[in-house]
Structures are given as C-alpha cells and as structure tokens.
C-alpha cells in the first residue's frame, strides 16, 4: 500500500492539500500557455469580418476579447511568479480563474450578436467551427478541473443555441439534430474532462510520493555518509601523509619551491595533455636582479633569506592551481595552467609589486630587490623546451630594457624557431 494512502485507500489530509495545490498550479501553467495561443483565433476572427462589418461592433468584439485574455494571462502570471500567494486564498485564486474563464465563453458566445451578419455564409459557419474548435481546445486547457470546464461549456453551449434561435431560427427549425448535437458534443467532451482530470491528479500524487521517496533516499544516503565518515578520515590522514612524503621528494631545500626536475616533469606532462584539450597555458621566468651584488654585500646567509621570502611571498601571490619552482640559483619559473598571456602578465606584475614591497633588514641597514619577469603563452605544437625559451628570451629582454619590469614573449608565426637562450651575464 502506498504510504500516502490511508487504510480506506484514500490520500491522507496533508497529501489531499498538496494535491489540490499541485492541481491549481497546473491549471495556470496550462493557463498561461493556453492564453498566449489564445490571441491568434482573435485576431484572425477580426480579419475575417474586416469588410464584412462595421468598425465599431469589431472593435467592441476585438477590444473585449484581448482584455479578457490579458487578464487570464496576468492572472496566471501573478499566480505563478509569487510562490508564497499559492498556498493562501486558494479560493481566491479559483474564483479568478472561474471569472477569466466565463468571460471568455461569453466573449466568443457575442460574436454571433457583433459580428453576425444574419446570413448563413461562410463566416456563420466559422464561427461555429470556432466554436467546436475552442471547446476541444480548452479541455486540454482547463479540462482537469471538472466543475471550471463545465461552467465553460455551460456558458459556450446554452449562449450559443440562444444566439441561434434569435438570429438563425430558421437553422434550428429546420435542422433540430443540430441543438441536439451541441449537447451530445459537450457531454461526450465533460466525460472526456474527467479522465483528463484522473490522469492530471494522478500524476501529481505520484510525484509528490516521488518527492517523499527522494526525502527517505537522501536521509539514508545521509546516514550513510556519517557511517563512512571516520572512514573517509582515515583516508584522508593517509593522503596527507603520503603527500608530505612527496613533497620532501620534489621541494627545494632552501626555498620549499618545487625542485627543477620535479617542475620540469611536470611542465613536460601539463603540455602534453594540453596539446590534446589545446587549453591556454602560460610560462612565467623570473630572475632577481643584482643579486650577486647582495651576495656580495651583504654575505650568502642573507642572500638565502632573499631566497626564502621571494619563493614565499610569490606562492601566496599564485593560485593554488599555479606551479612554483626553482629553476636555478636565483631564477624561479611559474607554470599557469588555463591563463591566457594578458592574464598571467597581469599576474606577474602583481608578483613583481609584491617583491619590489620587501623590506630585508641586516644590522639596522635596510635594502629592497627587485625582479625582472619574462612572460610566454603556448603555441599550438610547441614543445617544453621552447616555450621555456621564448619566456627566458622575454626575461633576457626585461633585464635590457632596465630590470624591474615584465616582459612578454610575442607568439610564433607560422615556421617560426624561438630565439636560443641567452647567457645573462651580472644579472
């Protein structure tokens, strides 16, 4: 037995509130797309009877029939843009529908008395397949509320047969199968109506047991979870271990920086997977400058501490995604993966800034380094080694240019070999 259902196979009181909720909600979606269809049959019945009738009684009909669905289309729009009104004054909201939904029939039911010519033509006969039309066409509207379509189809049906005997007597004395046939047709369409509604109602229950059933599932995955937690933990202290043993294995000593082979093959296994995926890929070269006057000034030991707060200081500057390494003495490189070359020329003017604010403090004296930087993006097919030579070319060209300053490496041209590495001399 479905667990929303009482032992008398009814739905419980919560579930039959949600239900009837579910079932006014779908009645104004079903609303809003009807109305907006809606317009069309208007505007061709005003075309229809341009040259055939006098302006005012179009307009009048034209006029009246557009407010009307204005309305249902603002009402439904109202309803369902506002969650919180939803589940207040529901009779309100029915009453609304009701309302928009009589004033249509009896708009459609007034174009025998505005627009008729007294003639049984060709626009007599239009209108009555309108008629017919509109009457199957709301049922997939409004049929899954029993009562609101048979008010409907009260009002199409008896306003219709009344307008006949007023203005075409002589069809219904004639053809009395005709009346006879309106109320067959409505009737076969209100049987029609209650399956509709079933079908409606059923689905609605159905996925609100799918919404109770998803809840059940998402606290068991919940439980589940907590129990696979310590688990999980445990897994999680041995990954920091292991990683800590790898980062022992491929940091520099002095600088905690990836070591150069470690960067290297990690350079050489990023370019490989991003010639596949062809993602942006950028090389950062970075060099002190004059470091060897710092050396010599100021002695090794503080020439390591350079080393150690540059490296430091460049790390929180990255990304967590960026790859800091040691190239060699007081060269570093950065790999950036998913950055384009104005984005990580961006970032090493932030990295250079940063440096260039360090202050070193050796006996009272004070001094501050500054850093050139060479910037290259990888080209479609190029290797490790050349988009680390474009960059070192970049780095070589900052260094001439006056130091303390970002350079980036222009793209390769078509058959192009990046320039060889250069030797930089008192850097």
């Not at 009737?187 to 809840?215: H, K, P």
């Not at 599932?217 to 897994?235: F, G, P, T, V, Y």
């Not at 070359?341 to 050796?362: H, N, P, S, T």
């Not at 930087?373 to 988009?387: C, K, N, T, Y």
Request: proline residues 3%; aromatic residues 8%.
């Amino acid at each position: 037995m479905n667990s929303a259902q009482n032992p008398a196979g009814e739905l419980a009181p919560v579930l039959v509130e949600q239900v009837e909720m579910g079932m006014l909600h779908e009645l104004f979606v079903r609303t809003r797309e009807s109305t907006l269809v809606g317009f069309l049959p208007i505007f061709l019945m005003a075309w229809a009877h341009a040259h055939t009738q006098a302006l005012p009684p179009l307009l009048l009909w034209t006029g009246s029939m557009i407010a009307i669905q204005v309305y249902r289309l603002l009402m439904a729009q109202r309803f369902l843009q506002q969650p919180e009104v939803q589940t207040v004054q529901r009779r309100h909201w029915y009453r609304h529908q009701w309302l928009g939904t009589a004033a249509l029939a009896a708009g459609w039911v007034s174009n025998f008395a505005l627009l008729n010519s007294g003639e049984m033509d060709t626009l007599f006969y239009l209108h009555l397949i309108f008629l017919i039309g509109l009457s199957s066409f709301m049922l997939s509207t409004i049929g899954i509320d029993i009562r609101l379509y048979a008010s409907f189809l009260l009002i199409l049906v008896t306003g219709s047969l009344a307008m006949l005997y007023a203005k075409q007597p002589a069809l219904l004395q004639q053809h009395p199968v005709v009346p006879v046939g309106f109320v067959v047709y409505a009737s076969m369409l209100l049987v029609r109506s209650r399956g509709e509604y079933r079908r409606t109602r059923d689905w609605i229950t159905a996925r609100l047991n799918r919404q109770q059933l998803l809840a059940q599932l998402n606290a068991a995955l919940i439980e589940e979870r907590d129990i696979k937690e310590k688990l999980r933990q445990q897994s999680q202290e041995l990954e920091n271990r292991n990683r800590e043993l790898n980062e022992l294995a491929v940091h520099d000593g002095l600088t905690h920086a990836l070591c150069r082979g470690h960067i290297e093959a990690e350079l050489r296994r990023l370019i490989k997977g991003l010639h596949r995926r062809h993602d942006d890929f950028c090389v950062l070269m970075l060099d002190i400058d004059f470091f060897k006057r710092v050396n010599d000034q100021y002695g090794h030991a503080v020439g390591d501490e350079v080393l150690r707060r540059l490296a430091a200081i460049s790390q929180a500057q990255l990304r967590e995604t960026d790859l800091f390494g040691r190239w060699g003495g007081e060269e570093f490189i950065v790999l950036m993966p998913q950055t384009k070359l104005a984005e990580a020329v961006e970032a090493a003017q932030r990295l250079r800034r940063a440096i260039g604010a360090m202050v070193f403090d050796v006996a009272g004296a004070t001094f501050q380094v500054t850093v050139s930087i060479g910037a290259a993006q990888l080209q479609p097919q190029e290797s490790a080694d050349a988009v680390v030579a474009r960059s070192d070319d970049a780095l070589y060209t900052a260094k001439h240019a006056g130091r303390d300053c970002v350079i980036a490496a222009p793209a390769l041209t078509a058959g192009e070999q990046p320039l060889p590495q250069k030797q930089m001399a008192a850097t």
